[in-house]
T-cell receptor, first 112, second 112 residues
Framework: SQKIEQNSEALNIQEGKTATLTCNYT??????LQWYRQDPGRGPVFLLLIRENEKEKRKERLKVTFDTTLKQSLFHITASQPADSATYLC???????????FGKGTSLLVTP | DTAVSQTPKYLVTQMGNDKSIKCEQN?????MYWYKQDSKKFLKIMFSYNNKELIINETVPNRFSPKSPDKAHLNLHINSLELGDSAVYFC???????????FGPGTRLLVL
């Protein structure tokens, strides 16, 4: 069966450090992979999309890598800030269309 | 200028009742979705509509019936509510050509 796995435990890091979150998947051949941010009581917000033929994508302090051989994506936040504290969700397009299948998310806490 | 809006934000009701949740997007997108996020924060696709036509129904009980009166609206009607229906329901939209999704703020449903 298809699975998307993210670090289930919360990630606590100090302000200024780089946070690295992992997303592994099985039984998918995704055309693209996306990362979303979700704050408590709010809907997910799109951050980055990376396509199967792209190895890396950057946006300001965010960097995503996509290794279709390893079936893994890494999401990096450099120079992390307390405002980066949130849950980060990895998502793949479902086989049935443009709907997304989400991982359970990784909770990130950045402390001053 | 809310892109995707949902009403109501909170819904508390008794088992066996029928309720509706409304969703509207002003982004001009072709495709709209309903997702359910349970108490473990797992976000799961329920339905997808493209140009008012149902394209995805992910084994959701018949008690759930989506209706799309036009491209900008996708409502969710739930009959005979059960305790297990308690969750946060998110509406989302996207352009068909682009997998990026825009989520509403969510409707928190509590069935007593």
């Amino acid at each position: 069966s298809q699975k998307i796995e993210q670090n289930s435990e919360a990630l606590n890091i100090q302000e200024g450090k780089t946070a690295t979150l992992t997303c592994n998947y099985t039984n998918y051949s995704p055309a693209y992979l996306q990362w979303y941010r979700q704050d408590p009581g709010r809907g997910p917000v799109f951050l980055l999309l990376i396509r199967e033929n792209e190895k890396e994508k950057r946006k300001e302090r965010l960097k995503v890598t996509f290794d279709t051989t390893l079936k893994q994506s890494l999401f990096h936040i450099t120079a992390s800030q307390p405002a980066d504290s949130a849950t980060y969700l990895c998502a793949l397009n479902s086989n049935s269309g443009y709907a997304l299948n989400f991982g359970k998310g990784t909770s990130l806490l950045v402390t001053p | 200028d809310t892109a995707v809006s949902q009403t109501p934000k909170y819904l508390v009701t008794q088992m066996g009742n029928d309720k509706s949740i409304k969703c509207e997007q002003n982004l001009g997108h072709d495709t709209m979705y309903w997702y359910k996020q349970d108490s473990k924060k797992f976000l799961k696709i329920m339905f997808s509509y493209n140009n008012k036509e149902l394209i995805i129904n992910e084994t959701v009980p018949n008690r759930f019936s989506p209706k799309s009166p036009d491209k900008a609206h996708l409502n969710l009607h739930i009959n005979s509510l059960e305790l297990g229906d308690s969750a946060v329901y998110f509406c989302a939209s996207s352009r068909l050509s682009d997998g990026t999704q825009y989520f509403g703020p969510g409707t928190r449903l509590l069935v007593l």
